[in-house]
C-alpha cells in the first residue's frame, strides 16, 4: 500500500493531517461548530494554500502555482 504511483496511497493527506492537527487543534476545544468552522476555513485557506510549498509544484506555494497556470492560460 505504501509503493509510490499506488492509487491507495494517502501520504499526501496524511501529511495534511497531521500539520492540521499539530497546528490548529492540538489541545484545543472549540465552543461552538462555527468556530471550529471558521478556524479550519482560515487554516486552510490562508496559510496552507497560499504559503505552503509543496514538492510536486517545484517549490512553490499553491496559490503561485495556480497563478502561473493561469496567466499561461491567457497567453495561449
Not at 471558521?38 to 512553490?60: A, C, L, P
Request: with cysteine; aromatic share 14%; hydrophobic share 35%.
Amino acid at each position: 500500500m505504501s509503493r509510490r504511483d499506488n492509487c491507495h496511497n494517502n501520504a499526501v493527506a496524511e501529511s495534511f493531517f497531521a500539520t492540521f492537527k499539530k497546528r490548529v487543534t492540538k489541545k484545543k476545544l472549540y465552543d461552538t461548530r462555527d468556530e471550529a468552522r471558521s478556524e479550519i476555513f482560515n487554516f486552510i485557506e490562508m496559510f496552507y494554500n497560499s504559503k505552503k510549498r509543496h514538492s510536486h509544484t517545484d517549490g512553490v506555494s499553491p496559490a503561485q502555482f495556480e497563478n502561473a497556470w493561469f496567466t499561461k492560460q491567457i497567453t495561449v
